[in-house]
Nanobody
Framework: QVQLVESGGGLVQAGGSLRLSCVAS????????MGWYRQAPGKQRELVAG?????????ADSVKGRFTISRDNAKSTVTVYLQMNSLKPEDTAVYSC????????????????WGQGTQVTVSS
């Protein structure tokens, strides 16, 4: 099993930056891809950015050019970062990392497990 722990959320003014971290531990050899997702109040959870084991990245159109996903492989952990620049109030949401079990399938029931999430609030 893999455990995921996110950190780095907070309150920031519009135009500011935050960097989120997601540390994966446990059976990290089974990780094919990792994704950052967000869910705003009253909305469905959506993929923000994802990165595969080979380093291929994908981004939601709404964050392209502003957010960057990267990963760091250590001996017993994998850390995925989400650098968020030029933040907008509409980026306000709970951000979570999840593991797509099938490469290329970024949403649906085959994304598991999930971290506990971290709140990002962007004030105008």
């Amino acid at each position: 099993q893999v455990q995921l722990v996110e950190s780095g959320g907070g309150l920031v003014q519009a135009g500011g930056s935050l960097r989120l971290s997601c540390v994966a531990s446990g059976s990290i050899f089974s990780i094919n891809a990792m994704g950052w997702y967000r869910q705003a109040p009253g909305k469905q959870r959506e993929l923000v950015a994802g990165i595969t084991r080979g380093g291929t990245t994908t981004y939601a159109d709404s964050v392209k050019g502003r957010f960057t996903i990267s990963r760091d492989n250590a001996k017993s952990t994998v850390t995925v970062y989400l650098q968020m620049n030029s933040l907008k109030p509409e980026d306000t949401a709970v951000y979570s990392c999840g593991l797509p079990q099938i490469v290329g399938v970024w949403t649906g029931p085959m994304v598991r497990p999930w971290g506990q999430g971290t709140q990002v609030t962007v004030s105008s």
